[in-house]
C-alpha cells in the first residue's frame, strides 16, 4: 500500500532563510509525487510534482522540490522564505503503473517570521 | 479559466440530519473526486469518476454516504444520516484525461451537532 509521511508538524523559519518541508514515501512501483499547498479557508492549491526526470523539479512561488530515490523522500524546499509562504503543506504520493488513488500525508504547517 | 467551485462553502446540522454538496469541475475535465479531510489530517479519497462512471469507491462509507454525476460534469455528495464523525471539510476535485494533476476548489467545511 502507499503511504506518505511527513515528520514535522510544524517547520518555523525567519522570513529570507531557506526552508525545508520534508516528505518520504512509500510505493510498490515507481512514484508520482506531488506538493500541494492549503491557505485558510481554502482548498489545495498545486505547487509542484515529479514523474521522471530531472530529480530536481521547479514549482510555483519559488518553490523546488528534490527527488531521491536512495531514500524514498520529496523534500520541499525555498532558498528565501516569505512571510506570505506561511501556510499548511502537503505531500502526496501515488504508484505510476497502477490505478492506485492519490495518498496524501498529514500535512506541515509552515510559519515564516517577519 | 475558472476553477472547481463548490456549495455551500459552510454548513451546521444535527447529527442523524441530512445534506448534500454540489460541485462544478473545471470545464473539459473528465475525472472528478470528492475527499474528506479531518482537522489535522491529509485529505482521503471517499469517490472518484471518470466522466459519469465510478473508478474508485472503496473508501465510501455506503451505508450513509452517496454520490453521483449522472451527466459527466457536476456532482452531488450526499449524507445521510450524518454523525458527529462525519463533522469534515469535504473537498471537490477535478484533473483533465491528459494530466493526474488535480485541481481543487475551496470546499464545505461541515460540522454536524
Known amino acids: 500500500a502507499q503511504s506518505v509521511a511527513q515528520p514535522e508538524d510544524q517547520v518555523n523559519v525567519a522570513e529570507g532563510n531557506p526552508l525545508t518541508v520534508k516528505c518520504t514515501y512509500s510505493?510498490?512501483?515507481?512514484?508520482?509525487l506531488f506538493w500541494y499547498v492549503q491557505y485558510p479557508n481554502r482548498g489545495l492549491q498545486f505547487l509542484l510534482k515529479?514523474?521522471?526526470?530531472?530529480?530536481l523539479v521547479k514549482g510555483s512561488y519559488g518553490f523546488e522540490a528534490e527527488f531521491n530515490k536512495s531514500q524514498t523522500s520529496f523534500h520541499l524546499k525555498k532558498p528565501s522564505a516569505l512571510v506570505s509562504d506561511s501556510a499548511l503543506y502537503f505531500c502526496?504520493?501515488?504508484?505510476?503503473?497502477?490505478?492506485?488513488?492519490?495518498?496524501f500525508g498529514k500535512g506541515t504547517r509552515l510559519s515564516v517570521i517577519a | 479559466e475558472a476553477g472547481v467551485a463548490q456549495s455551500p462553502r459552510y454548513k451546521i446540522i444535527e447529527k442523524r440530519q441530512s445534506v448534500a454538496f454540489w460541485c462544478n469541475p473545471i470545464?473539459?475535465?473528465?475525472?472528478l473526486y470528492w475527499y474528506q479531510q479531518i482537522l489535522g489530517q491529509g485529505p482521503k479519497l471517499l469517490i472518484q469518476?471518470?466522466?459519469?462512471?465510478?473508478?474508485?469507491d472503496s473508501q465510501l462509507p455506503k451505508d450513509r454516504f452517496s454520490a453521483e454525476r449522472l451527466k459527466g460534469v457536476d456532482s452531488t455528495l450526499k449524507i445521510q444520516p450524518a454523525k458527529l464523525e462525519d463533522s469534515a471539510v469535504y473537498l471537490c476535485?477535478?484533473?483533465?484525461?491528459?494530466?493526474?494533476?488535480?485541481?481543487f476548489g475551496p470546499g464545505t467545511r461541515l460540522t454536524v451537532l
Open positions: 476535485a477535478s484533473s483533465s484525461q491528459h494530466t493526474d494533476t488535480q485541481y
Open positions: 515529479y514523474i521522471t526526470g530531472d530529480n
Open positions: 502526496a504520493v501515488r504508484d505510476l503503473g497502477g490505478n492506485t488513488p492519490l495518498v
Open positions: 470545464s473539459g475535465h473528465a475525472t
Open positions: 469518476f471518470q466522466n459519469n462512471g465510478v473508478v474508485d
Open positions: 510505493v510498490s512501483g515507481n512514484p508520482y
